[in-house]
């Protein structure tokens, strides 16, 4: 399903820079409208206290801000992205950006801002924004110049959430002529200490082999292009890093939002939290 907009927070550092570059490709690839998102806040103690900012100051900052999404506008114009807007917002970043996205939109944005540390650590507000979402959310890594992904790893546990992942993989799959590799992984019960019985790991293989061949042509079917199957045992988001490790085409992972032991009051999956914080590619947690 193309989202309704795409929402680009951003903070005028590096990383949001590249993330604002991967929205303009996707607005542009997609026809949608693609809105950028500064979120304004000051803590408490700059505007009280004994030693509050000045009033000038403030205002300095606000004005900076304005310019700097006004700046952003005209290069997403540049870029060619026809139905463009921006807004500035006040108040802590990861609330304001969960607040104005709607179920229909779709989030792009980096891993850290201005406080980030390492290109392998998931930002505070980034890691909130995925959790609380409304709506799907990319989390880009700033490699390179943004191009139009060509390979997607879709981990797939025959949830629900995990077919609305498989949905979206193969929407971006059909405009993009991407290739698609769908990946389940037979996590055993912790029961088992040692080696279980051959005759059970036939059998629960055979019947992931056969919903995996299934859930694979109805990409197949939509795509008009043959999907990869792969079944492996082990723990599913460590074997997901392992697969986006070997196979250095892939450049997109898609994962569903909680899998099928992801309870309603978690927004978020450990295997999707796992992906989007160890990852070092783009990773789609889908809505």
């Known amino acids: 399903m193309t989202p309704r907009k795409i929402l680009c927070p951003i903070d ?7 993330a604002f570059r991967v929205a303009a490709r996707l607005a542009t690839e997609l026809g949608t409208t693609l809105e950028i998102v500064h979120a304004w806040h000051l803590p408490p103690l700059a505007t009280g206290g004994e030693y509050p900012l000045p009033a000038e100051a403030i205002q300095g900052m606000v004005d900076d801000a304005e310019r700097g999404l006004t700046d952003t506008l005209a290069e997403a114009k540049k870029l060619g992205v026809e139905r463009v807007s921006s807004q500035l917002v006040s ?25 980030g540390v390492s290109r392998f650590l998931l930002g505070s507000v980034a890691e ?18 943004p191009v139009p992904f060509r390979h997607l790893l879709v981990p797939v546990d025959f949830s629900d959430c995990s077919r609305h992942a498989l949905d979206q993989a193969s ?7 991407a290739r698609v590799t769908l990946l389940h992984v037979l996590e055993l019960p912790a029961v088992y200490r040692g080696q279980p019985p051959a005759d059970y790991l036939q059998d629960i293989d055979q ?17 008009r292009n043959q999907v990869e199957r792969i079944v492996r045992t082990g723990v599913p988001a460590a074997q997901a890093l392992a697969l986006a490790a070997e196979d250095r085409s892939i450049d997109l992972v898609v994962v569903g939002s909680r899998g099928r032991t992801g309870m ?24």
């Open 171 to 177: 929407d971006i799959a059909t405009r993009t002529g």
């Open 91 to 115: 108040g802590p970043p990861w609330e304001r950006i969960v607040e104005v996205a709607s179920p229909a939109d779709l989030i792009v944005m980096g891993t850290h801002g201005r406080t």
């Open 207 to 223: 019947r992931a082999t056969t919903q995996l061949d299934e859930w694979a042509e109805l990409v197949e079917q939509k795509t």
């Open 264 to 287: 309603k009051r978690l927004v978020l999956g450990s295997v999707a939290e796992k992906l989007v914080r160890h990852s070092g590619l783009p990773v789609l947690v889908a809505r």
């Open 12 to 18: 005028f550092s590096s990383g949001s820079h590249h």
């Open 128 to 145: 909130k924004v995925v959790r609380h979402a409304p709506c799907s959310v990319l989390v880009a890594r700033p490699h390179g110049e």
